[in-house]
């Protein structure tokens, strides 16, 4: 069966250091995105992609970059993280129908 | 205003209860209207989805769309305490390139 895999599902990391969260989907969609989800918000998109080499900014990218080298993966960078990132991140893509969404990576910054 | 708006709950009902889930929006060109179910800890699973107005059956479960109203609702017969959940609803436009979410309904059913 098709399926989103995030990884790492848990993270901890010190503020100011880099961390990449990974999404990997086989449905073959064409269309990626990141989301953060905090009580109180809600689903807030990051980062989304419509195909390979595409990226645009959601409502709240500063501080997230993402790239799109290939079909199946959409990485989630922070440059430089900030304890405001702490949070619970999502994955999703979709193509013909509507997102599927990974289980996510719950990330604390200290 | 949000585009999306959904009452968070939380929404406590005895088990084999009917429970109603609704969404109001403001943006008239949406055409899909996606109902998911997310469980603690988990990623938010899609439920159903429907196409304009109209209903859709799934189970025990039933999606309404009035369009003329801009509201959605989603109806879940014979509730279970395996149906405790947040239900988010969300919404496109003429394709699947961009969702707008609503807040999410916390459901609690029990036995």
């Known amino acids: 069966d098709a399926e989103i895999t995030q990884s790492p599902r848990h993270k901890i990391i010190e503020t100011g250091r880099q961390v990449t969260l990974a999404c990997h989907q086989t449905w073959n969609h064409n269309n990626m995105f990141w989301y953060r989800q905090d009580l109180g918000h809600g689903l807030r998109l990051i980062h989304y992609?419509?195909?390979?080499?595409?990226?645009n900014k959601g409502e709240v990218s500063d501080g997230y970059s993402v790239s799109r080298s290939n079909t199946e993966d959409l990485p989630l960078t922070l440059e430089s993280a900030a304890s405001s990132q702490t949070s619970v991140y999502f994955c999703a893509s979709s193509g013909r129908e509507p997102q599927h969404f990974g289980d996510g990576t719950r990330l604390s910054i200290l | 205003q949000k585009e999306v708006e959904q009452d968070p709950g939380p929404l406590s009902v005895p088990e084999g209860a009917i429970v109603s889930l609704n969404c109001t929006y403001s943006n008239s060109a949406f055409q899909y209207f996606m109902w998911y179910r997310q469980y603690s800890r988990k990623g938010p699973e899609l439920l159903m989805y429907?196409?304009?107005?109209g209903n859709k059956e799934d189970g025990r479960f039933t999606a309404q769309v009035d369009k003329s109203s801009k509201y959605i609702s989603l109806f879940i017969r014979d509730s279970q305490p395996s149906d405790s959940a947040t239900y988010l609803c969300?919404?496109?436009?003429?394709?699947?390139?961009?969702?707008?979410f609503g807040s999410g309904t916390k459901l609690n059913v029990k036995p």
């Open positions: 969300a919404m496109s436009e003429y394709n699947f390139n961009k969702f707008y």
């Open positions: 992609s419509y195909g390979v080499h595409d990226t």
């Open positions: 429907t196409y304009s107005s």
